[in-house]
């Protein structure tokens, strides 16, 4: 099973921390697991223009592969402006709906206010219902005051809850590959 993090932004640090632990936290989990992280930071995508996902080339090629070929996923972003990231909502559109079809999905989130961890429940929820993805129940939002000067995470509830999501993802996974919940779609 691929377990694929991805950071969907290209500025700042705080978003790949938080995926990267819960990667950490779900290989403590299950060994065995496969897991990748996909910082966006490091590929120069092209914006969607509504084509064949299959006809892109070069690193958007790339990025559309490693996101088709994962099992789940851990989904981060930051909150600009009371919503997610045009480099998140790119990547969103680039990739065929169907690559996303019963997979299971974790999400976690930083801004600068507390309330901004709506745009979890708001805009992400969706997105993942419109690819009939599985959403964990739990989720992680990060305030820029859960991070010390040098972008750890030191707030113990937030380390918690990521614990908790990566449980939750693992599980679900597991979970739907006993299942086979492929042979019904």
């Not at 700042?12 to 992280?37: C, M, S, Y």
């Not at 996101?67 to 600009?80: L, N, Q």
């Not at 708001?122 to 997105?127: A, E, G, S, T, W």
């Not at 993802?169 to 042979?183: E, P, R, S, T």
């Amino acid at each position: 099973m691929k377990l694929l993090g991805i950071s969907g932004t290209i500025v700042g640090a705080k978003t790949r921390i938080l995926v990267e632990k819960v990667l950490e936290e779900a290989k403590k989990l299950d060994p065995e697991l496969e897991v990748e992280l996909l910082d966006m930071k490091q590929y120069d995508v092209q914006f969607c223009d509504g084509r064949d996902p299959s006809t892109y080339t070069g690193d958007t090629k790339t990025v559309i592969d490693i996101v088709s070929s994962a099992d789940f996923y851990i989904i981060g972003t930051p909150i600009f402006q009371g919503s997610i990231t045009g480099v998140l909502k790119n990547l969103f559109d680039l990739v065929h709906p169907q690559a996303l079809r019963h997979k299971v999905m974790g999400f976690v989130a930083n801004g600068g206010t507390y309330q901004h961890y709506l745009v979890i429940e708001n805009q992400l929820k969706p997105i993942a219902g419109y690819f009939r993805a599985y959403v964990a129940p739990g989720y992680v939002y990060a305030h820029a005051d859960h991070f010390n000067r040098q972008n750890e995470l030191v707030d113990e509830d937030v380390l918690q809850r990521i614990r908790n999501l990566a449980e939750e993802v693992v599980h679900m996974q597991k979970a739907l590959k006993a299942g086979d919940i492929h042979a019904y779609s």
